[in-house]
């Protein structure tokens, strides 16, 4: 049995603009459950401290956002496979005895939106990621278990793009660059990973890596199109996605990991599109 008001919150630094609160508002009265929600500010040097006083105070477990992924997952006891394999943690779970897990959603959030919510395949395709930080880490592992043909790592800083494809190598067929690697290969989905967006800036990709099927895909989600979609579509990218359907599914998965029980996503994506 679950605490009548189990609390729960999202970490990060900045966190004013953080959608969490609401979506698991949406979530805990969808499925009947009680619990609160909050966002919670860390100092940039004090994020085990924080975390620990969250839990003190009785806290169930967090969401960990920008910049703590990585801190999330060196502080945690127990970690997940997902977790494990891109060693970093967007999910924490605080047990009764003050164990502390450590779980990653994010690979699991894009592969529901991209093949449920958007019945994109990924099998067999050529997939650029644009991006080497937390984001993209977190969902090279899962694409890859969806066997593309081939995943090919674009990042600003080269050096953090090849050693990502160097670690997951194992697991399918990687490769990496920087923007001026690209060697004139175009790509049939293409997943922005990059904070860029978020900046209102474009990375430098030339529009000859959009294949005539092209689908382009950015998980920062802001009310108007990100800059990147809209060059997607000004250079012919057939479908153009933004990262709010992401921030749900991903939501959903720590959501059934804390309660035991899956949300439906659907009508929270249109109630927040809304
Ligand atoms: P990180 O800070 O770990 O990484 C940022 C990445 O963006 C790096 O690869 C960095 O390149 C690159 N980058 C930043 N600015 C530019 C620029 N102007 N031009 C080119 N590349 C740039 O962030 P995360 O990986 O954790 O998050 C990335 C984005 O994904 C965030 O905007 C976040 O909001 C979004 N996100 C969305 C989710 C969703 O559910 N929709 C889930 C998780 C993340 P370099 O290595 O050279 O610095």
Not at 40 to 53: I, M, R, S
Not at 85 to 113: C, K, M, R, W
């Amino acid at each position: 049995m679950t605490n009548m008001t189990d609390s729960y919150a999202v970490i990060g630094n900045p966190i004013k603009h953080s959608l969490s609160p609401e979506i698991f508002k949406i979530f805990a009265q969808q499925t009947g459950q009680s619990l609160v929600y909050q966002k919670l500010l860390a100092p940039f040097d004090l994020f085990n401290e924080t975390v620990k006083d969250f839990q003190d105070k009785g806290g169930k477990g967090l969401n960990v956002t920008l910049p703590f992924k990585g801190q999330a997952f060196r502080l945690a006891t127990q970690h997940n496979d997902a977790a494990r394999l891109a060693q970093s943690a967007n999910t924490l779970i605080f047990s009764p005895q003050g164990e502390i897990t450590a779980a990653n959603t994010d690979g699991v959030g894009l592969i529901h939106d991209i093949e449920n919510n958007h019945l994109v395949k990924i099998k067999d395709q050529r997939i650029l990621l644009i991006g080497a930080g937390g984001a993209a880490t977190g969902v090279i592992a899962p694409l890859l278990s969806k066997t593309p043909k081939n995943l090919h790592i674009v990042n600003r800083t080269a050096e953090k793009a090849l050693a990502l494809a160097q670690r997951f190598g194992q697991l399918g067929e990687i490769s990496a660059s920087g923007f001026d690697g690209l060697n004139g290969e175009t790509f049939d989905l293409i997943i922005n990973a990059s904070s860029a967006s978020l900046y209102g800036e474009m990375v430098p990709l030339s529009p000859s890596v959009i294949s005539a099927h092209c689908i382009c895909y950015d998980m920062v989600y802001l009310p108007e199109a990100t800059v990147f979609l809209q060059w997607a579509q000004k250079n012919g990218a057939i479908q153009c996605i933004d990262g709010l359907g992401m921030l749900v599914e991903q939501a959903a998965e720590s959501f059934y990991l804390w309660r035991g029980i899956r949300p439906e996503t659907q009508p929270v994506i249109q109630q927040l599109r809304k």
